[in-house]
């Protein structure tokens, strides 16, 4: 009953047929009674999300050995809906394919085909077996695809072992991995960590780049197709196999196969199908809201994910509120997931220690009488033997031992006395020589002062600056006057403006190289997010980004004031404050932002 909850067998939880979320732990097996009574020629159910043709589309060309080519030139280059019904052969458990795999379970029935858990006699070894006659229209297709997989090899994947055909079946043996857990029952749990999420993207995104180079796609990548071993790595099941079986083809297979990770992290990262329909247990968002950023539906997501999410997501070109381009590939999921900064796993918790014991001797119950209960007659005690006799060589023999062992301590107190003594005295020659020392050349302590302003300047790196005539208010010690920027409407990145991709903000020109050992900027408002970079200590006018080499603060989203006190002095004339996203202005889709006084710590 342990292997039914983790089996490799992908057909049923991958069917489009999502179980709830009370039953997701029941993996595929909770569908058998369902399909056994439904037609075999009943249509799929659309996955939210997914590619829905509805009329034949042109497949894409694909290298050759493709899962997915072959299923394509089977089905007309479209996915089929419905297909004449082929009725599946009459199998039972003890059945034996090729005089080794017995059959042993049935996971699921559907659409003319069964899928089973079955054993490997000759290996003495669990495996999965997909069964369907050889004259289904979708037979040859699931040969090809099948025998494409298995030359992959990846071991990311769970493995296709063979793919036969013959007495009028076609069977696919694949692996069975019992100790390994379905997406679909970690997700029924809760949302995911920030570091396991990470994982999960990472470890997907790069075995389906590695699958596509190959010419291999899934297009049936769900929660059900996804596997977390005990050891933490994810496997695949069901590569073209899954669309084969079910006839799915992709005029675009990366987009589709991107599209669908991205759906896998926003659900670890929500517990929300990030679309209208509820799927695999899951929730969808509300209707009518459209497609909200994983940050806004749940507090406390991590940001980076949370927009690789929306990059990898259809999103009408939208990509959350950075200017990074759509993921349209794993290949390239694969390498923004590279770029981000590593998440890392979660502080271990450690247990209390138990409470302290305290002893009997402690609560004072040494060497107390024993009380004899009431009736117990008294022991007899144990008598005491008499000290041995005294005798005059004994007295001598005591007497001799005392006066040396007396001797003895005298002479050894009396050296670790002259020992203390000398070295005191070393001591405090050494102490007297360094403190003197010391105070001829100890600096006197550094007091912070407001270095001087020279100039100032608008960051402008793509064009025309934003309001260049005001950039001085914000250095004329007075934060009733401010330079402000004009009202951008539906994005706070300065209104998703090409001329504004890189942000803006003020340069600030302290006249020479200076130790700069922080800043106090005063903002206009709150709510905007902004960073203070310096320049090298060797810049002559820089102008882009790339020339503000040397860090002051991180990037993130401010206050009313933006603080930094440094360690250790940047070397540097140009201070920059970069301002990339604006506050709200009135209403959600209107914002503002800007930059009342600036002070340069020295």
């Known amino acids: 009953m342990a292997e039914r909850s983790t089996a490799a067998v992908e057909v049923a939880d991958n069917s489009g047929d999502e179980p709830p979320a009370a039953q997701a732990d029941k993996a595929t097996t909770d569908e058998v009674a369902t399909d056994r009574n439904t037609a075999d020629s009943t249509p799929e159910s659309e996955e939210p999300g997914s590619e829905k043709p509805t009329k034949p589309k042109k497949p894409e060309t694909e290298k050759p050995g493709s899962g997915a080519k072959d299923a394509a030139k089977a089905n007309g280059g479209r996915r089929q809906k ?28 559907l659409d003319g085909f069964s899928s089973w858990r079955a054993v490997d006699e000759k290996l003495r070894r669990a495996v999965g077996v997909h069964l369907l006659p050889a004259d289904h229209p979708r037979a040859r297709s699931v040969l090809a695809a099948a025998r494409s997989s298995a030359l992959l090899g990846d071991p990311r994947f769970v493995q296709v072992l063979d793919a036969v055909e013959e007495n009028d079946l076609v069977y696919v043996v694949h692996e069975w991995l019992p100790d390994a857990t379905e997406l679909t029952a970690i997700l029924a749990a809760g949302p995911m960590e920030a570091h396991d999420a990470y994982q999960l993207v990472s470890q997907v995104s ?59 992290l926003y659900a670890a990262l929500t517990h929300r199908w990030p679309y209208e329909t509820d799927a695999y247990g899951l929730a969808g968002l509300p209707k009518g809201v459209g497609l909200i950023a994983p940050d806004q539906v749940r507090a406390g997501i991590h940001r980076g994910l949370s927009e690789l999410a929306m990059r990898a997501l259809v999103n009408e070109g939208a990509t959350a509120s950075r200017q990074d381009p759509p993921c349209t590939t794993p290949d390239e999921l694969a390498k923004a997931v590279a770029e981000m900064p590593r998440v890392r796993p979660p502080e271990p918790t450690f247990a209390a220690p138990p409470e302290y014991q305290r002893t009997t001797y402690q609560q004072g119950s040494y060497a107390r009488p024993a009380t004899r209960p009431v009736g117990q007659p008294a022991t007899r005690p144990v008598p005491v033997p008499p000290p041995p006799l005294q005798s005059r060589t004994g007295k001598a023999l005591k007497w001799t031992v005392s006066a040396l062992l007396i001797a003895a301590l005298g002479l050894a107190s009396w050296q670790v006395a002259d020992h203390m003594l000398n070295r005191e005295s070393n001591t405090d020659r050494t102490t007297k020589s360094q403190l003197a020392e010391g105070d001829q050349g100890k600096p006197p ?28 208010l914000a250095t004329d010690g007075d934060t ?58 060797d810049a ?63």
């Open 480 to 537: 009733g006057t401010a330079w402000i920027t004009p009202q951008y409407t539906g994005y706070a990145n300065f209104g998703n403006l090409p001329n504004r991709r890189q942000g803006s903000g003020i340069v600030v020109d302290l006249g020479s190289v200076q130790d700069v050992y922080g800043v106090d900027v005063a903002m206009y408002r709150g709510g905007q997010k902004a960073e203070v970079l310096a320049a090298g200590k």
């Open 206 to 264: 790069q075995a389906m780049a590695a699958a596509h180079r190959e010419g291999l796609a899934h297009l049936k990548l769900t929660p059900g197709a996804v596997l977390r071993s005990s050891t933490g790595q994810y496997r695949i099941r069901g590569l073209a196999v899954n669309a084969a079986l079910r006839g799915i083809s992709a005029e675009r297979p990366q987009r589709t196969d991107t599209e669908a990770i991205g759906a896998l």
């Open 445 to 472: 302590p550094r007091v912070p002062k407001n270095l001087k302003i020279a100039d100032t300047g608008v960051f402008a790196p793509d064009g025309s600056g934003v309001k260049a005539q005001d950039v001085h």
């Open 540 to 602: 002559s006018s820089p102008a882009g980004l790339s020339d503000f080499s040397q860090r002051i603060t991180e990037l993130g989203q401010t206050g009313s004031n933006l603080k930094a006190a440094l360690d250790k002095p940047v070397r540097t004339r140009y201070v920059l404050i970069h301002i990339t996203e604006l506050a709200a202005d009135g209403s959600a889709n209107e914002f503002r932002g800007g930059i009342s006084e600036i002070k340069v710590i020295g």
């Open 82 to 109: 419905a297909e004449p019904s082929v009725a599946p052969p009459e199998l039972h458990s003890g059945h034996k394919l090729a005089k080794r795999y017995r059959l042993e379970e049935c996971v699921t029935r």
